[in-house]
């Protein structure tokens, strides 16, 4: 075999890769920084803040209609952003990744726009209960609007989805269907591949919230045969401020515009307007270029790494921190006790402590970033009988060292509320 | 700045005052903390011009329990018009400890579900107990 002699460049070592992200050398409350909030919002590399900061240095006009040199750049490079982004998904065009501020804004641009076209009274839309409220309420506001009705996936005790239970909703013909691929709670990888073609047999759509997925796990929105495709770029070491939606170009062609102004238009008159080709007919008004710049970075940064070796990274630092976990007394952990089955979000509550009594202490005397809360999944909360969780997350930046801090300081606040 | 967990506080947490229901309270106001779910409910009981019996029940992090049970202590038997004027600096003293910019919703629900009481009872102003909300 010649494969042998092809050049693979060595994996670099999450050391070095820190070096990369200038915030995680600083300190918080004298301590170094652990930032184990990544589910909510990464860090970002230089490669990021550098490209974005290049681009209004040297670059920046508005895009599209300039007929100069810098906005010709400009809008260069918001294209080219679009084509890393298309390739880094394996869409196959670049006009089927349409640029959102985020996941949410995804989720509603095709509840309003798809949803108002296409869902009628009396018709079923299928969601889970592991949703975040990102992946409910669009569905909801459609609901109300359009007197569809709404059907949940059931969990198991384990927190994995109830598929037999998928099965026989499907069987009620839905026109949509939309999951998380990860829960941003229990951490729990749904087989969203299965489940999409299963929906497509039962002649539905579905739409996959991926803004825990697309960061964390290869993402192949064809071999997925996903019909939408929602992700945020600041979960996946972009900035804030900039989202997409993948969608197959016939389904996209046929969907009236979302929001209606600039740039998405072909010709205007008083009283009436034609659309512009796809992706624009999606992008109106200025698009956020800087941030489009910015998330090109990020995309060829984690294709740099290569996201095999992140999922490799998670699952191995998620292993090890369910492990020691499991050591600290009267903690209890939620969803899947099997890295294979989840990505790299831990939540757990610890004895009776309330989660942000938690949080202070590990920020306070251990420079521990964690989230607590309700994590917006407030009908999961429920589901698991509880008003909040603390949640640790991860990424290619996480050390094992790290989840030693975050024991050492749960074990303090133990001592602390004397359990 | 540093929040540390003195004893006192806990003991406020494990062992809250006050706690409980009134059987014919002259007012019951209960508030949630959208953010992270902090419950707390009170019933005050006023005869007179005086708050003469006040019980809260509540569920949430240390911060938010305690500092409402030592809010009750501070409204028991005294007079409407003291019970009035208890603030934002009355829980920040009884706390004792810095409390972050974060956690300042948990600290002073027990004191906006009191000032609702109190509206609510026709006690005090809508205008003067809004002093107490949110501010920056």
């Given at each position: 075999m010649q494969d042998v002699v092809e050049v693979r460049r060595e994996p670099r070592s999450v050391e070095e890769i820190r070096g990369?992200?200038?915030?995680?050398?600083r300190q918080v409350h004298g301590k170094p920084l652990v930032y184990l909030d990544s589910a909510a919002s990464s860090q970002k590399p230089l490669a990021v803040i550098e490209a974005m900061n290049a681009y209004y240095r040297s670059s920046h006009a508005n895009v599209h209609?300039?007929?100069?040199e810098i906005s010709e750049e400009a809008t260069e490079a918001l294209e080219r952003a679009r084509t890393k982004v298309a390739r880094f998904i394996n869409?196959?065009?670049?006009?089927q990744v349409i640029f959102t501020r985020n996941t949410t804004e995804s989720i509603n641009l095709v509840a309003y726009s798809w949803g108002w076209a296409n869902v009628k009274a009396g018709d079923l839309i299928v969601l889970t209960t592991m949703e975040h409220h990102s992946n409910l309420v669009p569905w909801q506001l459609l609901a109300q609007r359009s007197g569809a009705r709404l059907e949940f996936v059931p969990l198991t005790p384990e927190g994995l989805l109830q598929l037999d239970v998928y099965a026989r909703l499907l069987e009620q013909g839905p026109k949509l269907v939309a999951f998380t691929q990860m829960s941003n709670v229990l951490g729990t990888i749904n087989p969203v591949k299965e489940m999409i073609a299963q929906a497509h047999a039962a002649g539905a759509v579905a739409l996959v919230d991926a803004a825990q997925s697309a960061p964390h796990l290869p993402l192949d929105v064809q071999e997925l045969d996903a019909d939408f495709v929602c992700f945020s770029g600041h979960k996946m070491l972009g900035p804030t401020g900039i989202g997409v939606l993948y969608g197959k170009r016939e389904l996209l062609e046929a969907m009236p515009p979302f929001l209606g102004g600039g740039d998405m238009i072909r010709s205007v008159s008083l009283r009436s307007s034609t659309w512009n080709d796809l992706p624009w007919k999606f992008e109106a008004g200025t698009p956020a270029i800087a941030e489009a710049v910015g998330l090109g970075a990020a995309v060829d940064y984690l294709s740099a790494l290569g996201m095999d070796w992140v999922r490799q990274h998670e699952r191995s630092i998620t292993a090890y921190a369910l492990e020691r976990l499991q050591t600290v007394p009267q903690l209890q952990i939620y969803g899947p006790l099997t890295e294979e089955l989840r990505g790299g979000v831990v939540s757990f509550s610890l004895a009776d402590i309330h989660p942000h009594d938690l949080a202070s202490i590990l920020d306070q005397e251990f420079g521990v970033a964690i989230r607590a809360g309700h994590h917006c999944a407030q009908p999961l909360m429920e589901h698991l009988g509880l008003v909040a969780t603390a949640r640790a997350s991860f990424y290619?930046?996480?050390?094992p060292e790290e989840i030693d801090v975050l024991v050492q300081g749960l074990r303090r606040a133990l001592e602390i509320f004397q359990v | 700045m540093s929040m540390d967990y003195r004893e006192y506080i806990l003991d406020h947490y494990r062992d809250p005052r006050n706690y409980g229901r009134l059987e014919n309270p002259t007012v019951h106001v209960e508030d949630s903390n959208p953010l992270c779910g902090d419950q707390v409910s009170m019933d005050l009981l006023v005869e007179g011009d005086h708050v003469t019996a006040v019980r809260f029940q509540g569920r949430g992090c240390a911060i938010s329990q305690a500092a409402t049970s030592m809010l009750t202590e501070m409204v028991q038997g005294k007079s409407v018009q003291e019970v009035v004027r208890l603030g934002k600096d009355d829980i920040l003293e009884a706390l004792g400890i810095p409390i972050s910019p974060a956690r300042m919703k948990c600290a002073f629900l027990g004191l906006r579900v009191l000032h609702k009481s109190l509206v609510l009872a026709g006690l005090e102003r809508p205008e003067h107990a809004d002093e107490h909300d949110d501010e920056l």
């Open positions: 990369d992200f200038p915030i995680l050398s209609r300039g007929v100069y869409a196959r065009q670049s006009k290619v930046y996480t050390l | -």
